[in-house]
């Protein structure tokens, strides 16, 4: 298990692809069956265009991940990914996904296609990497980004560790943080750590219990409420999703409710999206639910949220997007061969999900360790979707995919 993944394989019962002409593929589920059929069409959802994909950072030294990304008030691009060593520079065999010199970094666009070369630091945790950077810009211009991180501890200091605590690639999980910035993102504020809540049981290496964290979207509401589905762990190997909330910018965060929890299914991984109509959804990632996308959905602001149910296809994790119509577009890696990229376009309130055609907007992966898209509006028809990638299970790289949306 790597940085709190619980992987489990799912190999769907049939998939139909092919080829379209504007270079997608698409797959989709005839109504009251479980098996795909094609559709002929001549593009895999009219009007939606793949421009190209673009190459954002890549360096042979360092392993390079987990990205997301905002458009500033003047219309300037800032991207966060977290940055490690390529450990094979130093004759290692293998760069797992928890490591002491893993750092959040960023860098800047103009126009989605060219970019800094030189990442800046956003923030180096004084007592371990950390992971998974993800942006969120508030109404008033202040940037939230939300991180966890990982302590090496060394051998003599082990035993001493209060228990239980999660220890994966070698490292000890000191749980979340976030920094937050009022001038763009050229500088970040100290780390603000989120309260404990309660499902989760893990102690830090330094004895206290560990503070909310998960990867994923935040939203903010109209009202300036920020909303965060956070992970917990309920036992060794079990996660559920919970959502906290603030409402002074992501200085101090309370607990709202319950999201998703099962006795066999773990969730973690969750973006949070609010729609026209004001209903609070989670798009969870699962772990014993043969790699199944979920969603649970809340109809009173966050107080409560109805049963989580499966979206029909596979997502490692997922991510949405409101387009200028007020469709929503959801994207998503796809950890299965073939590896790569995909993504949904549905109706405003999301509730399409299980009909909605998918579109492949990438399928050259070298290896499942690749996705972790965020969606990002350039301008009226143009989207950018950012991830990171391999090709033939190389370095790997921060990429990105342009679409054009009518």
């Known amino acids: 298990m790597k940085k709190l993944r619980l992987i489990l394989a799912f190999e ?7 080829i379209t002409t504007n270079g997608f593929r698409i797959i989709e589920n005839a109504e009251n069956s479980h098996f795909p059929v094609e559709h002929f069409v001549k593009d ?9 994909n673009v190459m954002i950072y890549e360096d042979s ?5 987990f990205p997301s990304i905002i458009k500033r008030p003047n219309g300037e691009l800032l991207l966060a990914f977290r940055r490690a060593p390529e450990r094979k520079v130093f004759g290692e065999g293998h760069t797992d996904h928890v490591d002491p010199n893993s750092y959040l970094v960023s860098l800047r666009s103009k126009d989605g296609e060219n970019w800094s070369r030189n990442p800046d630091l956003i923030y180096a ?3 371990g990497g950390s992971q998974d950077p993800c942006l969120l810009q508030l109404q008033d211009g202040t940037l939230l980004c939300t991180s966890y991180g990982w302590a090496f501890v060394r051998p003599e200091g082990m035993p001493n560790l209060k228990k239980p605590y999660f220890l994966a690639g070698g490292a000890v999980f000191l749980g979340g943080y976030l920094v937050r910035s009022k001038d763009g993102g050229k500088s970040w504020g100290q780390p603000i750590y989120p309260p404990h809540i309660e499902p989760e ?12 964290y998960n990867r994923g979207a935040l939203h903010e509401s109209k ?12 036992a060794p190997g079990k996660t559920s999703v919970h959502l906290i909330h603030s409402d002074d910018k992501g200085q101090t965060w309370n607990y709202s409710a319950p999201v998703a929890l099962d006795d066999k299914i773990s969730f973690n991984e969750t973006s949070v999206y609010e729609t026209p109509k004001g209903d609070i959804l989670a798009f969870l990632r699962t772990a014993g639910y043969e790699d199944q996308a979920c969603i649970a959905r809340s109809t009173d602001g ?9 979206m029909g296809f596979k997502g490692h994790p997922l991510n ?5 119509d007020k469709r929503v577009l959801i994207t998503y890696g796809y950890r299965h061969k073939p590896y790569g990229i995909r993504a949904r376009i549905l109706n405003e309130e999301c509730t399409d999900f299980k009909t909605a055609p998918e579109i492949i907007l990438r399928g050259d992966g070298g290896s499942g360790d690749l996705g972790y898209t965020w969606p990002v509006q350039l301008d009226k028809k143009r989207v950018l979707v950012v991830y990171y990638f391999n090709k033939d299970n190389g370095t790997r790289s921060i990429q990105g995919t342009i679409l054009k949306v009518d």
């Open 201 to 212: 049981i893990n102690i830090t290496p330094m004895g206290n219990r560990v503070p909310a």
């Open 223 to 234: 009202s300036g409420r920020i909303f965060w589905a956070v992970a917990a762990s309920r």
């Open 12 to 18: 769907a019962s049939l998939l139909l692809v092919f």
């Open 320 to 324: 949405a997007l409101r387009l200028p």
């Open 61 to 65: 030294q360092f392993y390079s991940s």
């Open 302 to 310: 966050g107080k409560t949220f109805c049963k989580w149910e499966g």
């Open 44 to 52: 895999s959802i009219p009007g939606v265009k793949k421009i190209k």
């Open 125 to 127: 945790h004084p007592f």
